[in-house]
């Protein structure tokens, strides 16, 4: 079980991850409405469509963590943070430092993987 200080330590770290994501820059927007301007060179458009592609599907992963760090932050309010959810043993602390979000001790998200790998995903 975690300690209150480390109840503490893990809300602070992911309340900054948060922040940090919350206040980046929005260039990927911004970059995005400057593809509307008409570029007289078709490959330098293409170039500026790839890098516009690739700065949303790292916006949709950072909205997929922003998602994380909220539903960890909860499960610190309401005392399951640090449990897995799939055997309800404790996450080392080992692996909370490295993946602050986790829900799965290490065992069960190595099953998890296996499972995944056999059914081709």
Not at 5 to 13: A, I, S
């Given at each position: 079980m975690l300690t209150e200080?480390?109840?503490?330590?893990?809300?602070?770290?992911l309340t900054q991850r948060l922040d940090?994501?919350?206040t980046g820059d929005n260039s990927t927007v911004n970059h995005i409405n400057g593809l509307n301007e008409n570029s007289a060179d078709p490959s330098d458009r293409a170039t500026m469509e790839l890098e516009a592609d690739f700065n949303l599907r790292i916006?949709?992963?950072?909205t997929v963590?922003?998602?994380?760090?909220?539903k960890a932050l909860e499960r610190i309010k309401d005392g399951t943070y640090g449990i897995c959810?799939?055997?309800e043993e404790e996450i080392s602390?080992?692996?909370?430092?490295?993946?602050p979000?986790?829900?799965l001790c290490i065992e069960c998200k190595r099953k998890q993987e296996a499972q995944e790998k056999a059914r081709g995903l």
């Open positions: 200080e480390k109840k503490e330590y893990f809300t602070e770290l940090e994501l919350l916006r949709g992963r950072e963590l922003m998602e994380k760090i909220k959810e799939e055997c602390e080992q692996r909370l430092e490295a993946r979000v986790a829900t």
